[in-house]
């Protein structure tokens, strides 16, 4: 086992005095449950409800640090895992004292899921850098973050943003925390998602929507046929049309009125009566049920 120096200070502290603190979830920050639809809570109701959930948290049994040390924290050997109060930690497998050695968990997954309620979850992402202007010669891991999508870590020196202390201790356990959000739900069935920054308005059936917003949103453009619903994912949506398949295929839509042909490889062809279409361009046909694809039967010119 390969001893970091975030390892190490974990290591000593449950040798010592069992870890009941570290670098940890905050209490200060939101309480997001993952969707996009309603911004309209004021930052007096979120710190309420944060407040609220950190009460809760502070006052279940489960959400308190097991009492576990362990007897030989260097040895090497596999960890367990443990909850410290605020996340889940590795625990050397070398001997343990206390009177919850018989209730380690084998695994991160496990922890996270005996203690998911005990988590502050934002699915905003976290505000945090490394501090470039540290001339940093001992670089660690600083904590494992949220983006607003997945998670990643932080190396460096020095933690600097309002949301260092939100720091989790490894990418599993922050997958699994954030795994309901809206960003992980869309990226796990295939979408793209797209913050507010971004500028979009939203997307139906792969396609973003043809409208105007006053404020942009956090949006996933799902596969073509496929709409993005909260807490759920991409999903195949019925009421996808031809034409919403085109857009979402960077095609052309010909309505009826237009009175066009069908389009191959970019090419219209002959017909006798008014068709509705889609134009995609060079080396590219449409088909009913992916929207324009890469049509092999193309000419190479």
Same mark, same amino acid.
């Given at each position: 086992?390969?001893? *970091? ?11 010592? &005095? ?12 939101? &309480? ?34 097991? @009492? ?47 203690? =998911? ?5 934002? +699915?905003?992402?976290?505000? &945090?850098?490394?501090?470039? +202007? ?14 607003? =999508? ?7 020196? @020095? ?5 260092? @202390? ?22 796990? *069935? ?10 979009? +308005? ?38 996808? *049309? ?7 295929? =960077? ?13 191959? /490889? ?25 929207? /324009? ?9």
């Amino acid at each position: 086992m390969r001893w *970091t120096p975030t390892l190490f200070v974990i290591a000593a502290c449950f040798a010592i &005095v069992g870890c009941t603190g570290g670098t940890s979830l905050s209490g200060d920050e939101d &309480v997001a449950d993952g969707t996009t639809a309603d911004r309209t809570e004021t930052a007096d109701d979120a710190a309420a409800d944060d407040a609220a959930a950190d009460d809760a948290a502070e006052t279940s049994p489960a959400c308190e640090p097991q @009492d576990v040390r362990s007897l030989d924290p260097f040895c090497g050997a596999r960890s367990l895992v443990a909850w410290d109060g605020r996340r889940c930690v590795d625990f050397p497998n070398c001997g343990c004292e206390g009177a919850d050695c018989a209730a380690l968990y084998e695994t991160i997954p496990e922890c996270v899921e005996a203690h =998911r309620a005990c988590y502050a979850v934002s +699915c905003e992402a976290d505000s &945090v850098a490394d501090d470039a +202007c540290i001339d940093c010669t001992a670089e660690m891991l600083l904590g494992v973050f949220w983006d607003g =999508r997945e998670c990643f870590e932080l190396h460096g020196c @020095d933690c600097t943003g309002r949301d260092c @202390d939100r720091g989790l201790g490894s990418l599993a356990e922050c997958g699994m925390v954030h795994e309901a959000c809206d960003g992980a739900s869309c990226l796990a *069935t295939g979408g793209q998602w797209f913050p507010a920054a971004a500028g979009t +308005c939203g997307f139906a059936c792969g396609a973003e929507l043809p409208l105007a917003c006053e404020s942009p949103i956090d949006a996933c453009r799902c596969p073509p046929g496929e709409t993005f619903t909260g807490g759920l994912g991409c999903a195949p949506d019925p009421s996808c *049309t031809p034409a919403d398949l085109c857009a979402a295929t =960077r095609g052309i839509w010909h309505p009826l009125e237009e009175c066009r042909c069908d389009f191959r /490889c970019g090419i219209e062809e002959d017909c006798h009566d008014c068709l509705e279409s889609c134009e995609c361009g060079p080396h590219r046909t449409f088909e009913p049920l992916g929207g /324009c694809v890469f049509d092999p039967s193309c000419p190479a010119a």
